[in-house]
């Protein structure tokens, strides 16, 4: 029987790159920070791990076509679940990082803050699954991969929307501001960090916009490159 239809292949393929890659980054981040004693680094290598993460999901259920030509056994929304349970600490690791830049004396209350949404946030997707994401399995097994994107209007996709957004703000508009008013090396560090979080947050919430095709793979490298600009930014200390 034949396996995947084009778009399935796109999607396959670019998740599979973003499990790998930002895997990779991220222990690769983690690596050079224990070389030059950057703590920040290590919390970027962790977001980078966790963000990658946000597609094992789908990354499972392409090796299950691959390997069976059946889908992922989606009981309860499996697919979407072990996809975002990692937003959580994908966002307390990088609000580390953009306390630890900005405000560091609030940096311990805000990442309180972070805790409790994320521990509701995972709280809401696993007591209703089939609400907080798409649930539109393929008619014919192994044809297409399961959509795993969240319910943006959903209990869950608000609370997302309120963990990401500061995130895009104080780590991408600040820095800019920053980044305009510094001079010399300073001002290229603050203008890479800003890039790779407005990357990170608008390929971030494209995504679930983006049905499988070219544009996925697109949004997919974007996503990736939003790690390597944050890692450019960080990797001198600031």
Request: hydrophobic share 55%; with cysteine.
């Amino acid at each position: 029987m034949d396996i995947l239809i084009f778009e399935g292949w796109l999607d396959g393929i670019s998740s599979t790159a973003v499990v790998i890659i930002g895997i990779i980054f991220g222990l690769f981040f983690i690596r050079v920070s224990k070389k030059r004693e950057l703590k920040r680094l290590t919390y970027l290598g962790l977001f980078s791990i966790f963000a990658a993460l946000l597609y094992l999901g789908v990354f499972l259920d392409f090796l299950s076509v691959i390997f069976t030509s059946e889908n992922f056994p989606d009981v309860y929304n499996l697919v979407a679940l072990l996809s975002y349970i990692f937003f959580a600490p994908a966002m307390l690791t990088i609000m580390y990082i953009s306390m630890d830049i900005q405000l560091p004396k609030y940096k311990w209350p805000i990442l309180g803050l972070y805790l409790i949404l994320g521990i509701v946030f995972n709280i809401l997707i696993f007591l209703d699954p089939y609400s907080s994401f798409y649930y539109d399995p393929p008619q014919n097994s192994g044809e297409t991969l399961i959509d795993y994107n969240i319910q943006l209007l959903s209990h869950a996709g608000i609370f997302l929307a309120i963990m990401l957004l500061p995130v895009v703000i104080t780590l991408g508009l600040i820095l800019i501001i920053k980044s305009i008013q510094a001079s010399g090396v300073i001002r290229k560090k603050f203008f890479l960090l800003a890039c790779g979080a407005f990357s990170y947050g608008i390929f971030g919430m494209l995504e679930g916009f983006t049905a499988p095709g070219i544009l996925v793979v697109i949004v997919r490298a974007g996503y990736i490159i939003s790690f390597w600009l944050m890692y450019l930014g960080l990797k001198e200390a600031i």
